[in-house]
C-alpha cells in the first residue's frame, strides 16, 4: 500500500524535466555536410527536450553561408531551433565559438565539427557523464581516422599538456564537447586556445571528464589541419600554461624570474664594486658587464609582470566582428 507521500514523489520524479541544449558547430568551407550534420543531429539526438543549432560560418569562401540559410529555412521542427552566425572575416575557431557562446540560452552546450567525423548521437551518453557531477565532458577519440602527422601531433601534445596541467584527458582537442553552460560563458578564449578548453575549464574550478567516442573519416572536403599549426602549438601551449596557472596574476610568474635575476646582477655588482674599492681594476671585466645585464633584464621582466596585471584589471573586451545572425 502506497501512502499519499509517497506517490506524489513518484509523479514529481516522473515529471522530470528533461534539459535543454545548444549545439555550436563552426564552419570553414563545410557546405557540403552541413545539411547532412543537421539531419543527423535531428534523428540521433533524443535526450533533451529543446535544442538549439547554431551553426557559424568564419569566413567560408564557398557557399556554406547559403547552405546555413536553407538549413534555417525549411526547418520544420517545433523542438529544434537553428541560428545562423555569419562572421564579418575568419577570426579562427576559438572567437567563433565566443560569437556563439554569447548567443546561448540553454543549460547545456556542446561544441561540434561540421566534418561529419564525430556521432551527434554520442552527446547522449555524454550527458550521463555530466549526470554524474561533471561541468565539461570531452570526447576520446580512442580509434582515429587522421592523418599520421596529426596523429603523432597530437599524441604529443595532449602527454605534454596533461603532464604540466594536471589535467588528465586524453583528447584534449576533440572537437566534440558537452558542458554546462556557465562553463562554456566562462572561457576567454583566442588564437588557437580552443584547443585547450578543458585545461582552461579545470583551472576555473570546474570538474572535467571524458568519454570514449566513436570517430569516422572525413566524408567532405579536406581537413584545416597542416605542417605550419604544430609550431604554433608549441606558442599556444607555452601560453596556456600562463593562462591556467598565471592568468589572474602575471607578476607571480615574471616577478620571482626578476627578483632572481636583479639580486644576482646587485651580487656581483657588489663583489665587483669591493674589489674596485681594494684597488682592482674592473672596468675590462665580462663579469661586469654580465651584472648591469642581469639588473636591467630583471627589471624589464618585471615591469612585463606589472603591465600584465594592469591589462587584465581593464581588458574585457571580445575582439570578434559579427556581420548578421539568421
Not at 517545433?78 to 541560428?83: L, S
Not at 591589462?311 to 556581420?323: A, E, F, G, L, R
Request: with cysteine; glycine share 6%; hydrophobic share 45%.
Amino acid at each position: 500500500m502506497l501512502l499519499k507521500g509517497t506517490i506524489d514523489i513518484v509523479v514529481i520524479q516522473n515529471m522530470k524535466k528533461e534539459p535543454s541544449l545548444s549545439i555550436v558547430i563552426p564552419t570553414l568551407n563545410e557546405e557540403e555536410s552541413l545539411t547532412e550534420l543537421f539531419n543527423l543531429i535531428k534523428k540521433r539526438v533524443t535526450h533533451f527536450q529543446k535544442i538549439t543549432v547554431i551553426f557559424v560560418d568564419d569566413g567560408s569562401k564557398d557557399a556554406t553561408w547559403n547552405v546555413m540559410k536553407s538549413i534555417k529555412t525549411k526547418n520544420r521542427s517545433k523542438k529544434i531551433k537553428v541560428v545562423a552566425i555569419r562572421m564579418m572575416q575568419n577570426h579562427g575557431k576559438a572567437l567563433a565559438l565566443l560569437a556563439a557562446f554569447d548567443q546561448i540560452e540553454t543549460e547545456f552546450v556542446a561544441t561540434m565539427d561540421a566534418d561529419l567525423q564525430d556521432d551527434p548521437a554520442e552527446l547522449d551518453k555524454m550527458y550521463q557523464k555530466i549526470e554524474e557531477g561533471f561541468d565539461l565532458v570531452v570526447g576520446w577519440k580512442k580509434k582515429r581516422y587522421d592523418q599520421k602527422s596529426k596523429l603523432v601531433a597530437s599524441r604529443i601534445a595532449n602527454g605534454a599538456t596533461k603532464f604540466f596541467t594536471g589535467v588528465n584527458i586524453h583528447d584534449m582537442n576533440c572537437g566534440l564537447k558537452l558542458m554546462r553552460t556557465e562553463v562554456a560563458q566562462s572561457l576567454h578564449i583566442y588564437g588557437d586556445l580552443h584547443r585547450f578548453i578543458p585545461a582552461i575549464a579545470a583551472s576555473k574550478g570546474f570538474k572535467v571528464g571524458e568519454k570514449v567516442v566513436k570517430h569516422k573519416a572525413r566524408k567532405y572536403g579536406v581537413s584545416k589541419y597542416g605542417a605550419e599549426r604544430l609550431l604554433k602549438s608549441l606558442f599556444d601551449f607555452a601560453t596556456i600554461l600562463l593562462i591556467t596557472k598565471f592568468s589572474k596574476k602575471p607578476l607571480h610568474f615574471f616577478g620571482p624570474i626578476g627578483l632572481i635575476n636583479i639580486i644576482i646582477g646587485v651580487l656581483i655588482s657588489l663583489h665587483l664594486t669591493i674589489l674596485w674599492f681594494m684597488g682592482e681594476t674592473i672596468g675590462t671585466r665580462p663579469l661586469l658587464l654580465l651584472g648591469i645585464l642581469l639588473i636591467i633584464f630583471g627589471i624589464q621582466t618585471l615591469s612585463i609582470g606589472l603591465l600584465g596585471d594592469l591589462i587584465i584589471s581593464q581588458n574585457n573586451d571580445k575582439s570578434y566582428n559579427i556581420k548578421e545572425v539568421k
